[in-house]
């Protein structure tokens, strides 16, 4: 017996586990999101493609784009604020770099409805902010403040790939880009981004992925107007009973997400074989 | 040679973090505070008490949340541990004409969407007639388990190299014998760092617990999310700082493992290093 043959027997639990647990359940959820409910609520299998027309009615299709939407505003800020976090932390952190990475993960531990839940009492109309200020101003349920909860969620994840960009990075290359008279615009746009773009798309799909589907931020921080396709997802399995259209939308958001992911697992790969 | 000057003193990057970390924590550090207020405000810290903490530990619905969630939490490391490990292994040493896919396979529950899992896990179980319990639960949490501990466990096996393996076969050691006295060893800090890593995400999950639990006992997270939408009330900082204690004891302890074992790697690198990005 071979060590390759002696190896591949380790496989069968993870492949079996893998594939009975997770890829025959996703099946389940495109086979159901064909079905129908009958009378009772019950979940029927059958050929019905109205749930997906109904994906996209004129009601539900604004949903569908505010979760882009505001997914690509979590993206957007996170690099915005993330990109110099990291940058500081890796080439100016020295011998504190380690600890500074777990205080940016440290945070991540806190229960994500917990942190939540804690900006409402920051913001919230009876929170610190406006008791400490004596005003009245309305954070919450606004659409800036799920962008807010959905950054403030998932920020780590935009931090950690940037960081082991930035940290892969020889700093001597930053000096060299500042010797030749470089600006320090120029220099970042020419030496230190392309550098770190595998960390940039890590982070942007990292952060995309669960932000998309997230529906704790919008019950939260939102309401009904601010609603993202996680939360229409949610109410059709525990509210509205509509198992057959809540499996289509998650078909539809697992088909669009998809891309991004297949995006995600091939720089992954090449990244794995080129170490 | 002498760097340029903005490159020296990066203040505008040094005072961006400052701020950062100040987010960062602010709400963080207003639920442990608030927990220990011995009034119901979440404006004015009144004084000390620990009269939300007893709130908690006095409700035995609560313990048994809390109980459930421990249980979950432990079986879920142990079996994703031990199946994670396997499956790193298997992935790293050997070439299957399916080895590729399961790759793959292995690392889409990493990228997929919690809600599309929960979504697909409920799904399963009511099909297959499987009352939602605990058992659902951790059926759920090991699955999305497992990926992780693969991820970091293999990439301490990648870095291992076959010599040393090789070395112990040609001295005659058996192939289970090498696997047992020389490979996991020489992983074992990373076995037990994405263990502990299990624990917490397992400790901490909502979205999965959500879609796969029964009636009760409810995890947690599960009850917290029920209070938060009644309103806000103190216990539930106390419940989360309770929380917080646990999941950071518990990363803090993978932090350290390394060099409780006297390892020279460091515990971040080992859970956060580029080998898991």
Known sequence: MSQGRFAAGFLVPGALWLVLLFAVPLGIVLAISFGTTDDLGNTLYGWYPENYEQ?????????????????????????????????YIAIFGGRWKHVLVAMVVLPFFVNYLVRTYAWIAMLGDEGVVNGALGADIKFINTPWAVIG?????????????????????????IEAGKDLYGSPWHTFRNVTLPHTIQGVLAGTVLVFLPAVGDFVAAQLLGGPDSYMVGNLIQQQFFAAENWPFGAALTTVLMAFLFVWMVLYLRSAAREATAE | MKPPKDFDRPRFLK???????????????????????????????DGFSLRWYE?????????????????IAL???????????????????SRTRWSG??????????????????????LVFTQVGLQLSLT?????????????????????????????????????????????LITLPAVWPAI??????????????????????????????????????????????????????????????????????????????????????
């Open chain 1, 55 to 87: 994906v996209f009615d004129p009601v539900f299709l604004p949903v569908l784009a505010r979760s882009v939407g505001f997914a690509l505003a979590t993206v957007a800020l996170c690099l915005l604020i993330g990109y110099p976090v990291a940058y």
């Open chain 1, 149 to 173: 909860g959905l950054v403030y969620g998932y920020l780590v994840f935009m931090i950690l790939p940037l960081y082991a960009a930035l940290d892969r990075m020889d700093p001597a290359l």
């Open chain 2, 15 to 45: 005072a961006f973090t400052a701020l950062f970390f100040v987010f960062l924590f602010a709400p963080i550090v207003l639920v442990v505070l608030f927990s220990f207020n011995s009034s119901k405000s979440l404006q004015n810290f």
């Open chain 2, 55 to 71: 709130q908690f530990f006095g409700s035995e619905s609560l313990r048994d949340s809390l109980a459930a969630s421990v249980q």
């Open chain 2, 75 to 93: 079986v879920t490391m142990v079996v994703a541990t031990i199946i994670g490990t396997l499956l790193a292994y298997g992935l790293v040493r």
């Open chain 2, 101 to 122: 896919g399961l790759n793959v396979l292995m690392l889409v529950p990493l990228v997929t969407p919690e809600i599309v899992a929960g979504v697909s896990a409920l």
């Open chain 2, 136 to 180: 659902t639960i951790i059926l759920g949490h090991i699955t999305f388990s497992i990926s992780y501990v693969t991820v970091v466990v293999r990439a301490r096996l990648a870095a291992l190299g076959l010599d040393v393996e090789e070395a112990a076969m040609d001295l005659g050691a058996t192939r289970l014998d090498t696997f047992r």
């Open chain 2, 192 to 277: 037990l760092a994405s263990g502990l890593l299990v624990f917490a995400l397992s400790f901490d999950d909502f979205v999965m617990s959500f879609f796969t639990t029964g009636e009760s006992p409810q995890p947690l997270p599960v009850r917290i999310w029920s209070a938060i939408r009644f309103g806000v009330t103190p216990t539930i900082n106390a419940i989360g700082t309770f929380m917080l204690a646990v999941s950071v004891l518990t990363i803090g302890l993978a932090i350290a493992l390394p060099r409780l074992l006297g390892r020279r790697e460091s515990g971040v690198g080992v859970l956060f290093g580029r080998e898991a990005a």
